[in-house]
């Protein structure tokens, strides 16, 4: 997938390793690979050609610190329980 998305192979071993390591261990599953990740490769290889502006290297770190960013405001969001069903913005 790194390859496709224009990422260096390095990337995608890297990413696998440690997706599989952390969700492992977070998950404490053994089977931690779902999701349908070839429809990422377009996404990613869009993202990491808008933000280098031609520039595959650019674009590689501005696609790797949005996608940091992201994480971290989806792992805050689950913390204070943003996706609860009777959230404090619905009508009891």
């Not at 290889?45 to 790797?64: E, K, N, P």
């Amino acid at each position: 997938m790194a390859m496709a998305s224009g990422f260096p192979p390095a990337a995608g071993m890297v990413g696998a390793i440690l997706g599989g390591l952390v969700i492992s261990r977070i998950k404490g599953s053994h089977l931690t690979i779902t999701g349908p990740a070839a429809g990422l490769v377009t996404a990613l290889c869009a993202s990491v050609h808008t933000l280098g502006r031609g520039d595959i290297w650019t674009g590689y770190r501005h696609t790797l610190a949005a996608v940091i960013v992201a994480g971290v405001l989806q792992a805050l969001s689950g913390l204070i329980k943003a996706g609860r069903t009777r959230s404090c913005f619905l009508p009891r």
